[in-house]
């Protein structure tokens, strides 16, 4: 499919939708990461309070917090990411949208469309990033946290180059199962955005359910675990890198 497109419409179409990409991205990571690392002090200790209040101990759960956290930073990240996907979506789906440049297409589609059109996809955009987000960082937490029990375990000293390759590895698993998880969300945040009018993310649910089944919302899997897999592993190393320059422990360490 790569080729052909290349073929037909020459290589520069694989980097349609980069600027919306590039700036979506930064934002809402900055966004997601932040408020889940604020979040996992705070949500621990309610957590454990309310262990004790309730008496039910399995409240008291790292995972559990993770995945709170997780979903409450991917709700944020959704409307920091929303107008800068439906900009890149309408980029690749009408190559002719924005012939000046995809700043003037933001404004095209704000003239026309309103604020509301570019946050119409918002329902969609939950149901792609609230799982990306938590099972991205969960995972990548998770991972990281066995990982380095196990190095540990059997005795292994944790090196500089152990504490580089543990995380590498745990952010590809980590882009691999976000991708799976996301890729309904995604599908349908496509197809609400590719298209003008007042459709609602239900009705092309609807649709993709009736001509191809379940396995319609995994269309175009492959291509994505080449993007998000490239974006989620740089994005997740970044992550812990930073957290160690910052004076935070690295990630799964603790």
Same mark, same amino acid.
């Given at each position: 499919?790569?080729?052909?497109?290349?073929?037909?419409?020459?290589?520069?179409?694989?980097?349609?939708? /980069?600027? #919306?990409?590039?700036?979506?991205? %930064?934002?809402?990571? +900055?966004?997601?990461?932040? =408020?889940?690392?604020? /979040?996992? #002090?705070?949500?621990?200790?309610? %957590?454990?309070?309310? +262990?004790?209040?309730?008496? =039910?101990a399995s409240l008291n759960n790292k995972i559990l917090g993770f995945t709170i956290c997780g979903c409450m930073s991917g709700v944020a990240a959704s409307f920091m990411l929303c107008p800068m996907e439906a900009l890149r979506i309408r980029l690749v789906s009408e190559p002719d949208f924005a012939p000046e440049g995809w700043v003037h297409g933001f404004l095209r589609m704000l003239k026309y469309e309103g604020v509301g059109g570019l946050w119409k996809g918002m329902n969609a955009m939950m149901l792609k990033q609230v799982p990306y987000t938590i099972t991205k960082n969960v995972s990548f937490?998770?991972?990281?946290?066995?990982?380095?029990?196990a190095v540990k375990g059997w005795g292994y000293a944790i090196t500089a180059n152990m504490k580089l390759l543990i995380p590498l590895v745990s952010a590809f698993a980590a882009s691999v199962l976000s991708t799976i998880t996301s890729q309904p969300g995604d599908m349908l945040?496509?197809?609400?955005?590719?298209?003008?009018?007042?459709?609602?993310?239900?009705?092309?649910?609807?649709?993709?359910?009736?001509?191809?089944?379940?396995?319609?919302?995994?269309?175009?899997?492959?291509?994505?675990?080449?993007h998000v897999g490239l974006i989620v592993t740089v994005q997740l190393m970044i992550y812990d890198i930073v957290k160690r320059l910052v004076g935070i422990a690295a990630t799964g360490s603790t």
């Open positions: 499919a790569t080729m052909k497109i290349i073929k037909n419409d020459g290589i520069q179409t694989l980097l349609s939708g /980069l600027g #919306p990409t590039t700036w979506g991205y %930064l934002f809402e990571g +900055a966004v997601k990461f932040g =408020i889940y690392e604020v /979040l996992k #002090p705070a949500v621990r200790q309610l %957590l454990i309070w309310l +262990a004790t209040v309730t008496s =039910i937490d998770f991972i990281t946290t066995t990982a380095y029990l945040l496509s197809a609400v955005n590719a298209h003008e009018g007042d459709r609602t993310v239900w009705d092309f649910s609807r649709d993709i359910r009736e001509t191809e089944g379940i396995k319609g919302y995994f269309r175009g899997m492959r291509a994505r675990f080449v």
